[in-house]
């Protein structure tokens, strides 16, 4: 005696990855996840803004960090060749971090102006550190920034093309 019997075959259950999935909720202000900046110093991998005031605001504060810092090499790469003399030599009092044993205090950008199209003067007045405990001289300095080549010859947006040191 032959048996049939028959089979039966259930289609298989849709992946999770078929189904539609429900949309989302956009987040709620305070759900909002803050992630850290993917650059750590943003301001050394980028330039501020070509042949604008506020670039040349940013690229002198830079600068002028360096400085204040005594980042002897970091203010340097921001310099023309000429500037880079000028500081060396010692020109008219000019002092890139300062004189010996003796470092800045602080400075703050007294005004800065259009030269042409692309370049700025800006005047810094510089205070230097206190020697014992006398609260240390200031100084002004006029920096010439634009565009040009740096110390190395690599044409850049910003560089210190000259400086003057005033009273």
Do not use: Y
Request: proline fraction near 10%; hydrophobic fraction near 40%; charge should be negative.
């Amino acid at each position: 005696m032959l048996t049939l019997t028959a089979c039966v075959h259930e289609p298989a259950a849709p992946s999770a990855a078929a189904q539609p999935q429900p949309t989302p909720a956009p987040p709620q202000e305070s759900e909002v996840q803050r992630l850290p900046p993917t650059v750590a110093a943003p301001e050394l991998v980028t330039d501020p803004e070509p042949g604008t005031e506020a670039g040349a605001r940013a690229f002198v504060a830079s600068f002028m960090q360096a400085r204040m810092a005594r980042d002897d090499h970091r203010a340097r790469t921001q310099l023309s060749a000429i500037a880079r003399d000028q500081f060396e030599k010692g020109e008219g009092g000019l002092t890139l971090t300062g004189t010996t044993g003796s470092g800045f205090a602080g400075w703050e950008l007294v005004s800065i102006s259009s030269a042409d199209a692309s370049s700025f003067e800006a005047r810094v007045k510089v205070r230097e550190a206190p020697v014992r405990g006398r609260r240390g001289p200031a100084f002004e300095e006029t920096l010439f920034v634009g565009p040009g080549p740096d110390v190395e010859g690599i044409q850049r947006p910003w560089v210190i093309r000259g400086a003057l040191r005033g009273n």
